[in-house]
């Protein structure tokens, strides 16, 4: 099933048609914290004697809570504490089973020094946050932010225990710090805005978050995207044809929709078959744009590379990228020259795709070939990234020289420069900015970023659900524009190709960090050799 993007009126409007047509508000909570139960136990299995405090709010993500703590206290060996912000109404059927169940229960109302709350916090394996869930709007009230400040405050004095103060000369002799518990947030970490992604000084950042139904704008859109920690999204089993979820027209694109969307290799293919890629690219001071594009289009699966670049540049690579062809095409003081849009356009007939822009420089005979290049109306499907972008930006309709189903793929920065907004707005309204330029210049946007945003003309949005620091270093972005040129080279429609192409790429990112063992040390191509395993594992997604 398709993960949805939904915000909190949509999500409203689901939840009352789904009661109306026979699963009731019970029932939905009752999946809930069925589901929260499951995802903790495959996340952080729980070992017998784990402790388990969860706190509970006094709505429905309170409910939730109390079903899951329930569930765990069936289901394991666990030692759970309930700690209520509030206190819950005598007719709660959740609250009297926990009850029941012989759950202890502790108040804040009666604990307003925290001792209670520190001693449950110190003890725990796993804090389950189920005070608030997305109808929250902040700023927080004094009681709910006392709490959160607490809790807050008590698993800074565990990070920074004695054991963490002390330095080692060497690694053997270290000793680990202070246990600091696994936080677990339902539908959404506690003190954050679940639409426009705001944050409250006191919010409780999660190790892990599931969310209800569909996704929430929110939860990918800093600075709230800091708490989420890792995303899982369960749809309570909620029928895809149900009209409130259908017809919603932004997703997330996690393993399963990127694997759908791949497409398929039959085993008797051949190079012809599976498409042919061109790539324009480089200049004298960005030689390792065309390799780093070059090798991310030949592992893409397309059947055919080719590289137009200059005649030095050839010289200076061919040797360590063997598998493309190459287009030698006339320079300018080492920078392609003007005239070489007739060689592109001569050479271009028969491939599928069309990526302009790695490395290219912003020499003037460089600008002026790019906006030669785009004035033919026989080019393939088009992707223009980096500098490709920054000579269109100069001219205030660039995108009507671009033909229907071009991918254009900038970062913030370019993005600016395109749209004639600042960077500051694009950062706080990415979701907003990519789906109305999309819209407005007729094109796929990829706006690339942690939680890069794909949007396409007809209205359409994704998500990829990866945000790491460890893919903000130069060279990335070329590898994402030569994956993205070589799935669509494969006959993919360009906007499930920009949402194929940004997912591996960050599939692949995180496993080179993994590789790697830090996010500071990766560098771009350490994310080519992962790539491989990415497609992999989608493909048992």
Not at 58 to 86: Q, S
Not at 354 to 379: H, K, N, P, Y
Request: net charge negative; aromatic share 6%.
């Amino acid at each position: 099933m398709t993960v949805k993007v939904a915000a909190i009126r949509e999500v409203r409007r689901i939840e009352a048609t789904a009661d109306r047509s026979g699963m009731s508000y019970a029932q939905m909570m009752r999946k809930a914290g069925a589901a929260a139960s499951a995802y903790l136990q495959a996340r952080f299995p729980i070992q017998d004697g784990a402790r388990i405090i969860f706190l509970i709010g006094k709505g429905n993500n309170g409910g939730d809570g109390l079903v899951m703590a329930r569930d765990l206290a069936e289901a394991t060996t666990a030692v759970i504490d309930l700690y209520l912000l509030e206190p819950r109404d005598s007719d709660d059927s959740n609250y009297q089973a926990a009850l029941e169940a012989g759950l202890p229960v502790a108040l804040a109302t009666e604990d307003s020094d925290g001792r209670k709350l520190k001693e449950l916090i110190k003890s725990a394996d796993v804090i389950v946050d189920a005070l608030f869930g997305i109808g929250l709007r902040l700023p927080l009230r004094a009681a709910a932010a006392r709490v959160l400040a607490q809790v807050n405050s008590y698993l800074a004095q565990i990070e920074a225990g004695p054991a963490a103060q002390i330095s080692f000369a060497s690694a053997e002799n270290a000793r680990p710090s202070a246990r600091r518990p696994f936080i677990f947030a339902v539908d959404c970490p506690s003190g954050i805005d679940c639409d426009g992604g705001g944050a409250d000084a006191n919010a409780l950042g999660a190790d892990a978050t599931i969310t209800f139904i569909a996704a929430k704008p929110g939860l990918f859109t800093f600075p709230a995207a800091r708490y989420v920690g890792e995303l899982a999204v369960s749809t309570l089993g909620l029928p895809e044809e149900l009209t409130e979820l259908s017809q919603l027209q932004t997703t997330m694109t996690d393993g399963r929709r990127a694997a759908a969307l791949l497409p398929q290799r039959p085993l008797d293919g051949h190079k012809g078959s599976f498409g042919k890629v061109m790539l324009v690219a480089g200049s004298p001071n960005y030689i390792g744009a065309i390799s780093l594009a070059g090798e991310a289009a030949c592992r893409s699966g397309v059947g055919l590379v080719t590289v137009a670049t200059t005649r030095d540049l050839i010289a200076k690579i061919a040797g360590g990228l063997r598998e493309p062809t190459w287009i030698q095409l006339p320079d300018v003081n080492g920078a392609i020259a003007q005239n070489a849009s007739k060689t592109i356009i001569e050479a271009v007939a028969g491939y599928d795709a069309l990526l302009v822009g790695c490395g290219l420089g912003l020499q003037e005979s460089t600008r002026a070939f790019i906006l030669s290049l785009l004035e033919s109306d026989s080019l393939p499907p088009l992707i223009i990234d980096a500098d490709g972008l920054n000579a269109l930006s100069r001219h205030k309709t660039w995108w009507r020289e671009l033909p229907k189903e071009t991918i254009v793929t900038p970062h913030s920065g370019e993005m600016a420069r395109l749209s004639g907004l600042s960077t500051a707005q694009i950062n706080a309204e990415r979701w907003r900015v990519a789906i109305e330029c999309a819209a407005r210049w007729n094109l796929v946007v990829v706006l690339k970023g942690a939680h890069t945003i794909i949007a396409a003309p007809d209205g359409r949005a994704s998500v990829i659900p990866f945000k790491s620091d460890a893919l903000g270093t130069a060279g990335t972005g070329d590898i994402l524009a030569g994956l993205i040129a070589g799935i669509r080279g494969q006959g993919v429609d360009a906007f499930d190709c920009a949402c194929i192409g940004a997912y591996i790429h960050a599939l692949a990112g995180a496993i080179a960090e993994a590789d790697v063992g830090n996010s500071r040390a990766l560098i771009a191509g350490d994310v080519l050799p992962a790539l491989g395993r990415a497609f992999k594992q989608v493909a048992v997604s």
